[in-house]
């Protein structure tokens, strides 16, 4: 079993930013590919960001590219969702998942890709 366990929500002003953290504890065998996705009230979850076992490869939604940078740090089980540029459309409860697998990015934006999953850490962005 892979214990997710996100910090670094908060309330921050539109404009600012903010560095997520997801570390993983347990059985992590290896490294797994991961992935941040965000839940809004009353909304579904939506995928932000992903990125490979190794680094290598990173994906992102559309809508925050140019914005936020993922990154990882093996060494310390850790990756990162950096957020600048904040605005109030990214007020959510961000989460971060495990993947065993990999895939193209249509396949890592879903849901079902992903193995095991944190709580989630709330990010709130007034205007």
């Known amino acids: 079993q892979v214990q997710l366990v996100e910090s670094g929500g908060r309330l921050v002003q539109a404009g600012g930013s903010l560095r997520l953290s997801c570390e993983a504890s347990?059985?992590?065998?290896?490294?797994?590919?991961m992935g941040w996705f965000r839940q809004a009230p009353g909304k579904e979850h939506e995928f932000v960001s992903a990125?490979?076992?190794?680094?290598?490869?990173?994906y992102y939604q559309d809508s925050i590219k140019g914005r936020f940078t993922i990154e990882r740090d093996n060494a310390k089980n850790t990756v990162y969702l950096q957020m600048n540029s904040l605005i109030p459309e990214d007020t959510a409860l961000y989460s971060c998942?495990?993947?065993?697998?990999?895939?193209?990015?249509?396949?890592?934006?879903?849901?079902?890709?992903?193995?095991?999953w944190g709580q989630g850490t709330l990010v709130t962005v007034s205007s």
């Open positions: 998942a495990a993947a065993e697998g990999w895939g193209p990015p249509r396949a890592m934006a879903d849901t079902y890709a992903y193995d095991y």
């Open positions: 990125i490979s076992e190794s680094g290598n490869t990173t």
């Open positions: 347990g059985r992590t065998r290896s490294n797994y590919n």
